[in-house]
């Protein structure tokens, strides 16, 4: 336990921080560019503003909860005042990739490229979030045998909660989209790249798989994902080489040619340009899940 602050856990091997919580008030230090290596919830209670992510941004009002994968940059502008709750958590600590069919919230709160990073909370989750929040930080202020498992047991409720509201709201989505064919080709679209996304890396063979031209397709993402064709192929690729960073002791020569790329160089080049890092010190500072490495 960090000393300093007793609601942060450190990592005893390295000292890093493994798991935290803080509550975000005015002057908060979030109002610049994050690019972290542990995954971050900002829930913000009261307050409004904007959240800028990626090459996006969000406005926020009260209750509305935004999530972050490990070096997803980001940063908060508040106008007035803000209160909120911020919980980071190491993969080391918990990781999403080797945990998804336990909480669920791989591809809904962390790692989704095709919905923002949003969660509007409503009040019968918030105060499901308050009776969690509470068990965590009085385990965090009394600790006893135990106590990394029973946090990540309310860690576990928490994701949980939180990817079956975010669920439901993009469901909710998805049926008043289903008016018009556009979605239609786009969920084509989301398809064709989650099963060639290792084979096809360029907007033009997608454009001519789904029959439509470059340009058309174009427009369509940028309307509804608010990316490019272009990014949304980018994207998928490098969540799978940090799944594999994280998950396999593989070589970056060896994730490379699984994931299309001949040259370990060029995809070094790739993968450092769209997650800010290198894929050496992404598993050097990520971490990597050596317990199930042969």
Not at 164 to 173: D, E, G, I
Not at 242 to 259: M, P, Q, S
């Amino acid at each position: 336990m960090n000393k300093k602050n007793n609601l942060t856990l450190t990592n005893k091997q390295n000292g890093n921080l493994a798991f935290k919580i803080y509550n975000l008030e005015n002057n908060h230090s979030l109002d610049h560019i994050q690019r972290l290596n542990y995954y971050s919830i900002i829930w913000i209670k009261k307050g409004r503003g904007r959240v800028k992510a990626d090459f996006s941004e969000y406005k926020f009002e009260d209750n509305t909860m935004f999530s972050f994968s490990p070096y997803q940059p980001f940063m908060v502008e508040e106008e007035g005042g803000l209160q909120g709750v911020v919980i980071n958590f190491h993969p080391d600590f918990f990781c999403i990739h080797k945990h998804h069919r336990d909480v669920a919230c791989e591809g809904v709160l962390f790692n989704n490229i095709y919905n923002p990073p949003v969660t509007v909370v409503d009040l019968v989750t918030q105060s499901k979030f308050e009776v969690v929040i509470d068990q965590i930080i009085d385990e965090l202020q009394n600790p006893a045998l135990a106590q990394y498992e029973l946090l990540i047991s309310y860690l576990k409720i928490f994701l949980i909660t939180a990817s079956r509201l975010k669920a439901a709201q993009q469901s909710f989505v998805s049926a008043d989209d289903q008016k018009n064919d556009h979605p239609q080709v786009l969920q084509k679209l989301m398809d064709y790249i989650n099963n060639h996304y290792k084979t096809k890396h360029s907007a033009s063979e997608y454009a001519d798989m789904l029959a439509i031209s470059q340009k058309a397709l174009a427009k369509l993402t940028k309307t509804y994902f608010n990316k490019t064709l272009t990014d949304l192929i980018a994207e998928r690729i490098v969540i799978e080489a940090k799944r594999e960073l994280y998950l396999t002791g593989k070589t970056v020569k060896e994730i490379a040619y699984e994931l299309g790329y001949d040259d370990e160089y060029y995809f070094s080049r790739f993968f450092k340009k769209n997650a800010d890092v290198s894929p050496q010190l992404y598993r050097e500072t990520v971490g990597f899940d050596r317990a199930s490495v042969s």
